[in-house]
Each structure stands twice: as C-alpha cells, then as structure tokens.
C-alpha cells in the first residue's frame, strides 16, 4: 500500500460516514469532505471513492506527501483534513524554521528531511493550534485523541 493510500485510510478510519451535527464547525460532512469547503457538491449522497478522490486531488498533491518522510506525509494529511491545507502546512512550516506561506516548496521538503523532529514539532503545533479554539470544550477530547492515534499511526506504518 503506498503511502498516500496509508494516509487516506487513516483519514477515513477517523472521518466516518455521514454527519451533520449542529455544533460542528464544519458542518455537514461525508467521510470528512464538507459541504462548507465543497458547496456544490451533495454531501449526503458523496461516495468513498469520491472521497478518496478529493483526498489525492485537494490534500495529497497539495502537501507534496510523496516528497515528504512518509511519517509526516500521514501526520500532516490528517492535519490537513481537520484544520485545512493551508492552516497544517503552516505548521509544518513553523516547526521546521521555513517561512510559513502556507504552499510546500523545495526549502519546505528539505527542511522537513533535514529535521529529524519534525513529527513530534508538528504534533505539539497541532495540539497547540486545538487548545486556542473556541470549540475545544465540546471537541477538543476527540481531536486530541485522533491526533495521538495519527502520530501512532504515521510511526508504526513506516517504521
């Protein structure tokens, strides 16, 4: 399995199927892809493999995971999915001492390669990044959770 299908499988281990819980900032959802970010599309009937298709197409290209150390490939496609492209290759950007403009270039990837640390700084932005937000009380415990089995994940699959 390569690695993007590992890190599309993580995703939709933790994304489920259908939702539309009232306080969930992102509303209506369909194996993680939702209606706010994909407003012409019908939430309610998207198919998995839809879905893995936006995940390769608008999460996959866009974080070069093939480029990247498999590990932080999986880490930050799910980082991806929950906070946004943009957003999670910020992060990364910050933890590896690049400028954060969020889009993934060559000082990105060889900075990446070059930290060794790289998943467990990208892991500690992202916790970081859940206990700032305004929905952690309801959310919060889940997100945490998701992140830690992610980072477990990302470790163990390309160990």
């Not at 306080?23 to 959802?29: F, K, Y």
């Not at 990837?109 to 790289?118: D, F, L, R």
Request: proline share 5%.
């Amino acid at each position: 399995m390569s690695t993007a299908a590992k890190a599309i499988a993580n995703v939709l281990d933790h994304e489920g199927g259908y939702i539309n819980h009232p306080d969930d900032p992102g509303g209506e959802t369909n194996f993680g892809i939702s209606k706010r970010a994909y407003p012409k599309l019908d939430i309610r009937n998207l198919t998995q493999g839809d879905a893995i298709d936006i995940y390769r197409r608008d999460y996959w290209i866009p974080i070069k995971g093939d480029q990247l150390p498999p590990a932080v490939a999986i880490y930050l496609m799910d980082t991806a999915v929950n906070v946004g492209v943009s957003r999670a290759v910020r992060m990364l950007q910050k933890v590896v001492g690049v400028v954060d403009d969020g889009s993934i270039g060559t000082k990105t990837i060889e900075a990446v390669n070059a930290a060794p640390n790289a998943l467990q700084l990208l892991d500690a932005a992202r916790l970081a990044y859940y206990r700032r937000l305004p929905t952690l009380v309801k959310f919060g415990r889940g997100w945490e959770r998701r992140a830690a089995e992610t980072f477990r994940y990302a470790k163990d699959v390309t160990a």
